[in-house]
């Protein structure tokens, strides 16, 4: 009999699968825009930047830069045929040349076209620009100080009575907390290669999250029609969030030299300047009043959670937005009220950056609870059991949404016992009592996260998908992929709906000339939106091959199942290219464009009421740490996760993106340190003076684990749960375990309230406060 006569075990869904580009990236033959094989004749752009905070442009004398070997021109902003703008949020506010006015250091000027990179890079260095200095501020507090705009309006959730809350409280707490920023730091820098085509069109080959969102910047900048524009990403060596809207200004360059020149246009900036010139992760500033009892229960809290915006505003509205979202965590308030000050700021326009303004939050919230607990001597893992969510009541969050999925209870208990919490909490008391220099802190800290877009329009996304005459199946879908596995789980979704090996599924590169009006790949919904979306193509085409197959072998309907393999018409099984192929002799449409849109997801800004999020995302982490008393070092010796990822469609993909955001919000909360000097330039913009985490500071010990249990409770692609930021939360409790063991100073008297990042610097001054009670 031949093997394929008889159904087959081929099921993906739910397996752990290999990523797959993975042998691509070990053996470096992964292609991304830079190896690329050059169109003949190819120019190369490079940005020159300013060398001012805040000043008036005088003059700008360009003789040497036209001047220099190899430079075939200069683009300004008189040379732009449409809008000198790239603002993602549409305001108008984001140059893509500066005008008369430079609002941060290292905003573009103009840019260099030459023959070589290397060229257009010198000679961009050779331009004299003349300038008039006004006052800049660079932090939240100096533009709060200054009365500094905001970049966009605010955003105020309220849920109760908050005033008569706090006085009837019997404690309180007033406090504020620094939280640091973020470079994204991937590995592949910005850059995009643009071509020319006949008539108004130009391809633009990208390395960004958001294809339809370039498309729609090159069009606007060439004053030109969307559909001229195709955008096309095989792939981005990460992203971030740093590739959302930072690549518009790329692309656009590159584009509106290719057009002006009629020849292939690529740039690429260097580290330094890339990271001197994109947005970052905002820097937040949160001040609090909190009232609660003496069992440690809140009673009422008050926030207000100023942010650096940067000159623009970019996507400064929804990050602090989603701050405000996540300024409960896991925890009920009965009365609460949130603001954001999304400020102006003379620095690059911060950005998206993975958990969104979540992240910041969840840190804020923290805090408080951390006061709380040194305030009434208890572990803070008290606290917030105390004050976690409840399941029928105590439920509703601050933007008036239930939680209607809550399982931070068991996930919270189940991790408490697998890492032995208590006993080791006890044991490290007893340690730090017995030794005067080195200290140790281990902390419990809980994960919720919302998921969807909170812009309620991006909830939605598209997929075309073509079975050819031989079984074969093309995959295109509207995400991107960036590292994080998004196209091998939708490769796995669409093999499991036909039934077939995922080596019959071929994976293509995103673009817009086949998945129109895409969203960005970003808020962890790649998977939920496109996975559905391919999903639904796949069904249409099955709908047609059940039909013909009953029609071919004169069978019901009802008698026709698909199993692995292929069909089973009544008796007989008939093998997936068979059907397929029998399909196209008797002209059945074989390729489909499927559609996806969230269902359930309302919101309305002006009312601070809705429900933004289709689900939510839980988990929790147990941190270990030792300090240096006398040197503010410190290792983190232990971690234990238990995540929540509903029904896995891949493990080995889940486990290495939790690891992943772990070990990057640790480097958030810990060492990655951005900082401006007295003239407004950022001084760590290099990985010399900025530092990601390296192997050797992954804990020794690193237990992840996934509620296997879990299963989304609503009808997500394979039940489901997104899985991409809500991990990077789970380092929080690294800063929680830093602040026990410096608290371990004063005898856990007070709260030693660290700002992050909790550098050893901030670590040895705290050591120095505690010595001081």
């Not at 009629?262 to 949160?286: E, L, Q, S, W, Y």
């Not at 909190?290 to 505003?313: C, L, M, N, P, Q």
């Not at 877009?453 to 991006?458: G, L, N, Q, S």
């Not at 029904?647 to 951005?674: C, R, V």
């Amino acid at each position: 009999m031949n093997k394929h006569e008889a159904p087959i075990s081929i099921a993906s869904l739910h397996t752990a699968t290999r990523h797959d580009s993975g042998p691509k990236h070990v053996t470096g033959t992964a292609e991304y825009v830079d190896d690329m094989i050059e169109p003949a004749g190819t120019m190369h752009a490079y940005l020159a930047l300013s060398t001012r905070a805040h000043a008036e442009i005088v003059g700008i004398d360009y003789e040497a830069v036209r001047a220099a070997p190899g430079v075939i021109g200069v683009l300004t902003a008189e040379d732009i045929p449409g809008e000198n703008d790239v603002s993602p949020s549409h305001k108008h506010d984001e140059p893509i040349f500066a005008i008369g006015k430079v609002h941060f250091w290292g905003q573009p000027l103009f840019a260099v076209i030459a023959e070589t990179r290397d060229l257009a890079r010198r000679a961009a260095h050779l331009v004299k620009v003349e300038y008039r200095d006004l006052p800049h501020a660079t932090n939240v507090r100096a533009a709060q100080a200054a009365g500094h705009k905001l970049v966009t309006e605010p955003l105020k959730l309220e849920r109760g009575e908050v005033e008569a809350g706090l006085a009837a409280s019997p404690r309180r707490v007033k406090g504020s907390i620094e939280i640091g920023g973020q470079d994204h730091f991937y590995l592949e820098g910005q850059i995009s290669l643009a071509v020319p085509g006949e008539d108004e069109d130009v391809t633009v080959f990208a390395s960004t999250q958001h294809p339809s969102e370039v498309q729609l910047m090159v069009a606007a900048v060439l004053g030109i029609r969307q559909h001229a524009v195709t955008v096309n990403v095989r792939r981005m060596g990460g992203g971030f969030g740093g590739k959302e809207t930072q690549g518009n200004l790329f692309a656009a360059v590159a584009a509106l030299a290719a057009k002006k020149w009629n020849r292939a246009c690529k740039i690429r900036p260097d580290r330094d300047d890339d990271m001197t010139a994109t947005g970052k992760r905002h820097d937040f500033v949160v001040d609090y009043d909190v009232g609660y009892d003496e069992t440690g229960k809140i009673h009422a809290v008050d926030a207000v959670y100023g942010a650096r915006a940067g000159f623009s505003s970019d996507l400064s509205g929804p990050v602090t937005d989603r701050a405000l979202f996540h300024a409960d965590n896991a925890y009920w308030y009965p009365a609460v009220r949130v603001r954001s000050e999304p400020l102006y700021t003379n620095t690059v326009s911060n950005t998206a950056f993975r958990g969104f303004g979540g992240p910041q939050g969840m840190m804020a919230c923290e805090r408080w609870i951390e006061d709380i607990a040194y305030g009434l001597g208890k572990d803070p893992l008290d606290i917030r059991k105390a004050n976690f969510y409840g399941t029928d009541t105590n439920n509703v969050t601050p933007y008036h949404q239930a939680v209607e999925d809550n399982i931070i209870h068991r996930i919270v208990d189940e991790v408490e016992t697998s890492s032995d919490y208590q006993a080791r909490r006890a044991a490290i008391l007893k340690y730090n009592a017995g030794s005067p220099i080195l200290k140790k802190g281990i902390a419990l800290t809980p994960v919720k996260f919302g998921i969807s877009f909170t812009a309620t329009w991006y909830n939605q996304a598209g997929a075309l998908v073509h079975v050819y005459k031989d079984g074969s199946i093309h995959l295109s879908h509207g995400g991107t992929e960036m590292g994080q596995g998004l196209h091998i789980k939708v490769a796995q979704v669409l093999a499991d709906a036909f039934g077939v090996g995922l080596d019959s599924v071929k994976i293509m590169a995103t673009t817009t000339g086949k998945v129109p009006n895409t969203s960005a790949t970003a808020a962890s919904s790649g998977s939920d939106l496109n996975g559905m979306a391919a999903w639904d193509a796949a069904e249409q085409i099955k709908a047609r091959l059940l039909a013909h197959a009953a029609k071919l072998y004169d069978a019901d309907e009802g008698d026709c199942h698909w199993v692995q393999g292929g069909m089973q018409v009544g008796r007989k099984f008939v093998p997936f290219a068979e059907l397929v192929a029998s399909a196209y002799l008797n002209r059945v449409q074989l390729s489909a464009a499927g559609f996806y849109e969230t269902p359930k997801i309302h919101w309305d800004r002006a009312t601070g009421r809705g429900h933004p999020f289709y689900y939510f995302a839980y988990g929790a982490s147990v941190s270990e740490v030792t300090i240096d008393t006398l040197t503010g070092e410190y290792v983190v010796d232990r971690v234990d996760i238990l995540h929540d990822v509903g029904k896995s469609l891949n493990p080995a993909i889940d486990i290495g993106q939790i690891e992943g955001g772990f070990i990057q919000g640790m480097g958030w909360l810990t060492t990655e340190e951005l900082v401006w000097d007295d003239k407004g330039q950022l001084r760590t913009m290099a990985p010399s003076t900025y530092k990601i985490p390296l192997a050797s500071d992954v804990p020794p010990i690193f237990n992840v684990k996934l509620a296997e249990w879990s299963v989304n409770a609503e009808p997500t692609i394979g039940r489901s749960k997104a899985v991409g930021e809500p991990p990077l939360m789970l380092a929080i409790s690294v800063v929680e375990a830093l602040s026990m063991a410096v608290a371990s100073v004063a005898d856990y008297k007070i709260a030693p309230r660290l700002d992050t990042p909790v550098t050893p610097e901030r670590v040895l001054m705290g050591v120095q406060r505690m010595k001081g009670v």
